[in-house]
């Protein structure tokens, strides 16, 4: 039981110092990431999958100029019956739109708009 006190001690006190920096992209990486830790390794698991999600959430985040392009952009949206999903790749006849000067891509799908990267993957939500 000590252990497991030390270890989330030490994990809260890594995600402090990173949630002062954080990005937009770390919310859904903190998320997910204790919702796999809980399952895996419950309450510690938790707090070292919210730590390293985080991490994750904001290394993938793109660009503020890309979000800005993004949402100033008039693009049609199309219908899709799948679920999109960030990290999962978009379906070939998804059209996707480049972004200028930029790695990044974007589609509005269902009335919202996705960043995706080179790979048509997920990257992000834009709200």
Excluded: H
Aim: no cysteine; hydrophobic share 45%.
């Amino acid at each position: 039981m000590r252990s497991k006190t030390l270890v989330l001690a030490l994990a809260l006190g890594l995600a402090a110092p990173a949630a002062a920096f954080a990005q937009e992209g770390t919310a859904s990486g903190v998320a997910g990431g204790a919702a796999t830790g809980a399952v895996l390794g419950g309450p510690v698991g938790a707090a070292a999958g919210a730590v390293a999600g985080g991490v994750i959430g904001t290394a993938i985040a793109p660009p503020k100029k890309v979000k800005e392009y993004v949402v100033r952009e008039e693009r049609p949206s199309v219908r899709y019956e799948g679920e999109v999903v960030v990290g999962k790749a978009l379906p070939q006849d998804v059209e996707i739109y480049q972004v200028p000067d930029s790695d990044y891509s974007y589609t509005v799908v269902n009335d919202r708009r996705y960043i995706v990267d080179s790979d048509r993957k997920v990257v992000e939500v834009v709200e």
